[in-house]
């Protein structure tokens, strides 16, 4: 994963986690705390990849 976070109005965090493969991105994912934004990206990837 790949984790990044920026500030949106009122002072609340988005994180957004990229799931690389060979350096390739997979699925990105977006959610107010880390573990909603990479359980997301888990959540798109496995689907991209068919399992």
């Known amino acids: 994963y ?6 949106r109005s009122g002072g609340v965090m988005e994180f957004t986690a990229t799931v ?3 350096d390739e991105v997979v699925a990105t994912g977006m ?3 880390k573990k909603q934004a990479e359980q997301l990206a ?3 990837a496995l689907a ?3 399992v």
């Open 31 to 33: 959610g107010l705390n």
């Open 2 to 7: 790949d984790i990044s976070g920026e500030p």
């Open 20 to 22: 690389l493969l060979n």
């Open 48 to 50: 991209a990849l068919g």
């Open 42 to 44: 888990a959540e798109r």
